[in-house]
């Protein structure tokens, strides 16, 4: 079969493998438990010698048909699916580091991975922030001991852009391996295996659910990484091609030992919602740009953070990355206006906390999920406490110019007294 588009592959995938009773989507197995015919098959599935079912905290029909979409969107070679993003981050990260290893991470990074990749430090494992739009900066912070480098695609809030493929050559050159957070651009904008990434992340949550109905994360392995040059992979898990070593280790002592199972059910809703992703993201990303150039043009606002903009220090690395500049947007407004008083005033837009949903949301970042870092971090990362964060969504362009218009003039009212 001659290789389709990512639409079409992501819709049809399910029945190239075949569906139970000619079901267009592979349904919701609610069983935590799998038989086999006979011991001697049972003992083969838990060794690795045969395919089969163990037990649902490591595998489920439901989720396998999830992975396999996956898989296809990042053009991997396997995925594990997790209960969150979070939780793909963190138990990958336990799965494979050690006590006295060492990671480098993008400073420009979301709030909840900030805090865990600190807490990492309790258990032995050192981390690094560093600018990472430079790759220099990521070199210069290399040590004997390190072993992989994180980065985001685009950095929520302000949208900074690593130099991806800089360091991707870096981490080839050097043997490191490279781990991509791809959640704010998503498999259709962007594939990190194109820029070196050994392991992908996505937390699903976002742009590839995008109905803000269920949370998930995953970790693809892309192919690029040569596991063998990895000093991490336990003797037991050195079976079979070298490319399968990483993820048998994330499955095994992470997803099996740590449990952080995605539910069937959300599995489901999550392979629903991943069959519009490129459709809903031209809509979000063209309302974002048309909304970057108005936010950049009205009076009221002192800086706008969007890659599509040519006053963004990485536009030129984001078109020649992406397929567009994605739908996450934040601005800062003048000191003389109050966020509250903005983000009161809106009627359309949700003040809420997520990203990649088909509703535009809005927050006030340093007062909300940036809050724990403090002011000096805040200062690090571009945020002051006039900084909105906005995940545009797929309304008529025309209602949130209007809902964004009136409340920005509201806030500017001086208040009665």
């Avoid at 990512?6 to 197995?29: A, C």
Wanted: aromatic share 8%; hydrophobic share 40%; net charge negative.
């Amino acid at each position: 079969m001659n290789r389709k588009g990512f639409t079409t592959s992501i819709l049809h995938s399910d029945r190239t493998g075949g569906i139970e009773h000619g079901s267009l989507h592979k349904p919701v197995h609610s069983s935590i438990t799998f038989a086999q015919p006979t011991a001697a098959d049972i003992a083969a599935v838990f060794q690795g010698r045969q395919a089969g079912l163990t037990y649902g905290r490591q595998v489920n029909p439901t989720t396998s048909a999830l992975e396999k979409k996956l898989t296809l969107m990042e053009e991997g070679l396997a995925t594990c699916c997790f209960a969150t993003g979070m939780a793909a981050i963190s138990t990958t990260m336990l799965a494979l580091l050690r006590s006295g290893d060492h990671l480098v991470s993008s400073s420009f990074l979301f709030g909840n991975t900030n805090s865990v990749f600190n807490t990492f430090a309790n258990y032995g494992i050192d981390t690094s922030f560093v600018d990472a739009t430079a790759v220099a900066n990521v070199e210069a912070a290399l040590r004997p001991n390190t072993r992989a480098v994180f980065v985001e695609t685009i950095a929520n809030p302000c949208t900074q852009i690593s130099d991806l493929a800089g360091i991707g050559k870096l981490c080839a050159e050097r043997g490191l391996l490279f781990i991509v957070d791809n959640t704010m651009t998503s498999p259709w904008n962007f594939r990190p295996k194109s820029v070196g990434a050994g392991l992908v992340i996505n937390s699903l949550s976002k742009y590839i659910g995008g109905h803000g109905n269920a949370l998930g994360g995953s970790v693809t392995e892309t192919g690029v990484f040569d596991w063998q040059a990895f000093p991490n992979i336990l003797d037991i898990y050195k079976t079979g091609p070298a490319h399968n070593w990483g993820m048998l280790q994330i499955r095994k002592k992470g997803l099996r030992d740590l449990g952080a199972t995605l539910s069937p059910d959300a599995a489901s809703q999550i392979a629903f919602g991943a069959e519009t992703l490129a459709l809903r993201q031209e809509r979000s990303a063209s309302n974002a740009l048309e909304l970057a150039h108005w936010f950049e043009a009205h009076p009221a606002v002192a800086q706008v953070f969007h890659p599509g903009l040519e006053s963004h220090p990485q536009y030129a690395r984001a078109q020649r990355l992406f397929r567009h500049a994605g739908s996450l947007m934040s601005i800062e407004l003048r000191p003389e206006v109050d966020c509250f008083r903005f983000l009161d005033a809106l009627e359309l837009v949700v003040i809420a906390s997520n990203l990649g949903d088909n509703r535009t949301l809005a927050i006030p970042v340093a007062h909300t999920i940036y809050y724990e870092m403090g002011p000096a971090r805040h200062a690090e990362m571009g945020i002051t406490d006039g900084t909105v964060r906005f995940s545009i969504g797929i309304e008529d362009i025309d209602d949130l110019l209007a809902d964004f218009g009136q409340a920005l003039a509201q806030a500017q009212t001086p208040k009665a007294p």
